[in-house]
């Protein structure tokens, strides 16, 4: 286990004096890379599920829906419940129904995002929609980000599912959310919302998806900027793993820490097991 700069001993946090009832952890860069399942990740899901812990796993990927995301899991060999699996896209839905039940959207994005939206109530629309709503998808169309602008210079509100410039492929990085909708904000002068990580709000629909409470819940994440911040933010205990995209050498550069760093979630498999109700 990695020496963490941030506790004062070489011990894990104790759970001695903030007991731990649920963990929350990222996927990419934590239990996968590239669709193929990073050592120790399989144990650290089965070690969760024979716990008794409750658990979720949370990506800003607005792509799949939770049903695809458990198969491309299941194919690496990581067998994830697919009510365990917390999206993006998801959050985002759950968002717009909470603020604007019933509203009309137009939306840029695949399957994982337009089936949430549609579970949610949402009409989709290409006739003055309430909301733009933008999220990630491999077939960026010039014709629909055109009249995600026109739509937003005539009224309709604009929201991100994630802030995410870039996402990983196997030939490289990809762009992602982040960068069309600076696209769009360039053109248009209007910010998006973004509902996903590092905003909060990500972290907070999760803990109330499976009634979890900040002072008892962790989260497992590979980059400061947003599985880390977001976690503090929540008020959460947070687990840097080096596995992803933060590499030691850049953590001293974050004005904020992670509570713990460790080499992979290999090395929590131990605590979790540790933490479970007896």
């Known amino acids: 286990m990695s020496d963490t700069g941030a506790n004062q001993d070489d011990e894990p946090i104790s759970s001695e004096h903030r007991p731990v009832a649920c963990w929350l952890t990222d996927m990419d860069g934590v239990l996968v890379h590239e669709q193929r399942a990073i050592p120790g990740a399989a144990e650290f899901i089965a070690a969760l599920q024979r716990s008794g812990l409750r658990f979720l796993v949370l990506t800003n990927n607005s792509i799949f829906t939770a049903r695809d995301l458990r198969a ?8 994830v419940p697919e009510d365990c699996i917390w999206t993006s896209a998801l959050a985002t839905a759950q968002f717009l129904a909470e ?21 949610a109530g949402f009409v989709m629309t290409e ?6 709503v933008l999220g ?3 077939t960026y169309s010039f014709e629909a980000i055109t009249k995600a602008i026109r739509y937003l210079e005539r009224g309709s509100r604009f929201i991100a599912t994630n802030p995410d410039a870039t996402g990983p492929s196997a030939e490289g990085s990809l762009p992602a959310t982040g960068s069309v909708a600076a696209l769009i904000t360039r053109a248009t002068g209007l910010e998006p919302y973004y509902v996903g990580k590092p905003n ?6 999760a803990l109330n998806r499976i009634h979890a409470h900040s002072e008892t ?22 687990f840097l793993v080096l596995t992803g995209s933060t590499s030691v050498e850049r953590i001293s550069r974050f004005p904020y820490r992670p509570s713990q760093i460790v080499d992979s979630v290999a090395d929590l498999v131990d605590l979790v097991e540790r933490w479970a109700p007896s």
């Not at 491309?72 to 067998?79: C, E, K």
């Not at 994440?221 to 947070?238: F, S, Y």
């Open 217 to 238: 819940t962790v989260m497992v994440g590979d980059r400061m900027d947003t599985d880390v911040i977001a976690g503090i933010e929540a008020g959460l205990r947070t």
């Open 136 to 138: 990630e998808t491999r």
């Open 99 to 119: 603020q604007s039940p019933g509203a009309s959207v137009y939306v840029i994005g695949e399957t994982g995002l337009t089936t949430a939206l549609h579970e």
């Open 127 to 132: 006739t003055d929609p309430d909301y733009v």
């Open 200 to 205: 909060p709000l990500m972290m907070r629909s």
């Open 72 to 79: 491309r899991l299941l194919a690496s060999g990581i067998d």
